[in-house]
């Protein structure tokens, strides 16, 4: 196993001091040195985790998380060049996503979508604060083979369990897309209760599953039509 690149808990250490100069020296230097993008978006997340834990405990206020998410945005402007642009075909599937009603939290989301994109899906982002009824009526559209739904607050819990539900009712199960959540904040009990399919918790998960849902569900059900009409 190649070793930790120490220049990892470097960054973690600056982003939680809010040190964006030094988080985007350290950033390029780690890109140059050849550490994969998203080892450097897993330490990016564990140290917003830990300035989210600093504002709960009031050590950091508003502003620091008004910082913090300026400084993601430019280490995720500096990584996504760097993100493996693979061979692949021109569309892998159809991917859904957005943030629920009441949540503006897009920083993971976004990530999400240009990893995704990056792999060869095609992604249509519905933005922030999305109602329920938005994510119908271009599900409706799109035809999308998974949707993601991005909620960071548990006041948006209900948003999050009344989009799966809307979601699911409005759609043969047999037609209905794959739903998966995400987000800090989400455990496994909110997606018992959403009756969502997946909870993700990093992009690297995300790409995993949207690959192994479109495998097992989608190609197979193509071979077996394909298989039926032969
Ligand atoms: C940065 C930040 C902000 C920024 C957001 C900037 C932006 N453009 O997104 C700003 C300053 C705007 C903000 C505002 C607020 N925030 Co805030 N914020 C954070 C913070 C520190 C980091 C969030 C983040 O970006 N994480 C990094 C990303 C990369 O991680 P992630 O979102 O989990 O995403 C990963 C995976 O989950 C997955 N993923 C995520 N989404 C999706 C979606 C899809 C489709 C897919 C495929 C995958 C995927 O992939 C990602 C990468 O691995 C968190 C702390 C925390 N614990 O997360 C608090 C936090 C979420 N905020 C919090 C709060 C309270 C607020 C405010 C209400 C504060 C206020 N008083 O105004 C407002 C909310 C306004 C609103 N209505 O939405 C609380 C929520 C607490 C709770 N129990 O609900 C937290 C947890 C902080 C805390 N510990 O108290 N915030």
Redesign the pocket.
Known sequence: MPERNAGLDRLSELIVSLKDDGCLRVTKKLLNQGVAPTEI??V??KS??D???K??SGEYF?SG??M??DI??QIIDLVLPWLDKRAAPPSRGR?L???VA????????N???AM?TTYGYDVKDLG??VPPEVFLEEAKIFAPHLV???S?????HGALVQTVQLLKKSFPPKNCPVI?I????IIEGVKKRSGADYL?????E?VFLCEKVIKDKFIKDINKKSSNNT
């Open positions: 978006m897993e990016c997340q917003l985790i300035i989210g834990k504002y709960e508003i998380l008004i913090a998410g993601m945005k991917v996503i957005g943030t009441g949540d503006i939290h897009d920083l993971g989301k990530m999400a979508g995704l922030v604060d993601g739904l991005s960071l607050m548990t006041s948006g998966f995400s987000g800090a904040m993700v918790n990093n992009v690297a995300t």
